[in-house]
């Protein structure tokens, strides 16, 4: 029964691992919070997908990074706090998924995602951010974007075709 314990039991290196993805992501919000573009996006992979709440951000890193110059430029990016994370290891080591709960300035948001070992450092290969609705609120939310959506659900099935 004990070597059944033992086996389940992280191994040291998982949970050295699991600090430093922990560490990455803490300094990606620091970064955010203190408008130090260059160290905010040196976290990322090249090939890096940024996610935003709104259904037409799906960035790129460089457009993420256009996208997101001004703001840093005005010292006033944005300031994420990790209230609650979760990570978990691939099978290989190299890479990692995740998800967060973040304390910000549009109250509770998720963040989730993928990172790589990339040259013995952890790098965001994604990141997905998304505002939580509570339940009780959902109609209301649905009913407050449903004229802007469903132009966008138009135009996107229009484009599929």
């Known amino acids: 029964m004990v070597l059944l314990f033992c086996a389940c ?9 699991v600090k430093s993805i922990n560490a990455c992501l803490d300094s990606l ?6 408008t130090n573009f260059d160290a905010y996006f040196e976290l990322y992979t090249k090939d890096a997908i940024f996610i935003g709440t709104d259904a037409t ?3 790129e890193m460089d457009a993420f990074k256009k996208f997101a110059k001004p703001y840093f430029d005005k010292g006033k990016a944005w300031s994420f706090e990790a209230i609650e994370r979760k990570v978990q290891l691939a099978e290989d080591g190299k890479m990692a998924y995740f998800d967060e709960l973040l304390d910000t ?3 509770i948001c998720r963040g989730s995602g993928v990172l790589k070992k990339v040259g013995g450092e952890w790098k965001i290969k994604q990141y997905v951010l998304s505002m939580t609705i509570p339940n009780a609120l959902s109609s209301t939310v649905i009913e407050s ?3 802007i959506e469903d132009s ?4 996107l099935k229009k484009e599929k075709k």
């Open 29 to 34: 919000n620091a970064h955010a919070s203190n």
């Open 57 to 59: 951000e799906r960035w």
């Open 105 to 107: 300035q549009m109250k």
């Open 152 to 155: 966008l659900i138009n135009r």
């Open 9 to 17: 039991k992280p191994s040291l290196s998982q949970e050295s691992e």
């Open 145 to 147: 974007k449903e004229a």
